[in-house]
């Protein structure tokens, strides 16, 4: 069975540029969820989508955006990019979200914005 | 969710137990506590989780206080592959799969 696949691996964009990063999550997941790793903030949770609905959401800003598709895939989405959103964004996927034991997480994209 | 404390981080030799701690005091009757680790360069992966009674599986074991306000992973037979940061965490079973992460530990296996 694949595990979660996010696309690209590494990317570097400029400043006031926008970004879409893909994860594919692991067949039959509905839930998925994205995260911002940075070295002054940790992980941190993004959003959540679940039947192509954003169900649960963190403390961003505006920018940063998602959507999920039908077949579960999400891609999430940063405008304007500030020298700030350099970072690894993680995907996390499982089946139902609520009351699922085990959230699994993909390699991550990183991103640096110059 | 409950927030958590744990040591930045740790040292433990190759073969030997490693018990790394967590403290939750604020932790509700509704919150499990999970753990996670992160290997450098990899997402997170599950390690184990419990509510109010031991737990133990393929991994590693998960001690919960009786007031449940603190918890101890233990891997067994800490090997260097176990290198990586440990991150305890409390959530209720209605978050979704939504986990706030805090620093976490860092776990050095040495030879």
């Known amino acids: 069975k694949a595990g979660v696949t996010q696309t690209p691996r590494y990317l570097i964009k400029t400043r006031g540029q926008q970004v879409t990063l893909s994860c594919s999550p692991i067949s039959g997941h509905r839930s998925v969820s994205w995260y911002q790793q940075t070295p002054g903030q940790g992980l941190q949770f993004l959003f959540e989508y679940f039947s192509e609905t954003q169900r649960n959401k963190g403390n961003f800003p505006g920018r940063f955006s998602g959507r999920q598709f039908s077949n579960s895939r999400s891609e999430m989405n940063v405008s304007t990019l500030e020298l700030g959103d350099s970072a690894l964004y993680l995907c996390?996927?499982?089946?139902?979200?609520?009351?699922?034991?085990?959230?699994?997480f993909g390699q991550g994209t990183r991103l640096t914005v110059v | 969710d409950a927030k958590t404390t744990q040591p930045t981080s740790m040292d433990c030799a190759e073969g030997r137990a490693a018990n790394l701690p967590c403290n939750h005091s604020t932790i509700s009757g509704n919150e499990y506590v999970y753990w996670y680790r992160q290997i450098h360069s990899q997402g997170p992966q599950y390690i184990i989780h419990g509510l109010k009674n031991n737990e133990t599986n393929e991994m590693a074991s998960l001690i919960i206080t009786e007031d449940r306000k603190s918890s101890t992973l233990i891997l067994p037979h800490a090997t260097l592959r176990d290198t990586a940061v440990y991150y305890c965490i409390v959530r209720p079973d209605y978050a979704g799969n939504m986990l706030t992460f805090g620093g976490g530990t860092r776990l050095m296996v040495k030879p």
């Open positions: 996390a996927s499982s089946p139902w979200g609520v009351a699922d034991t085990e959230a699994f």
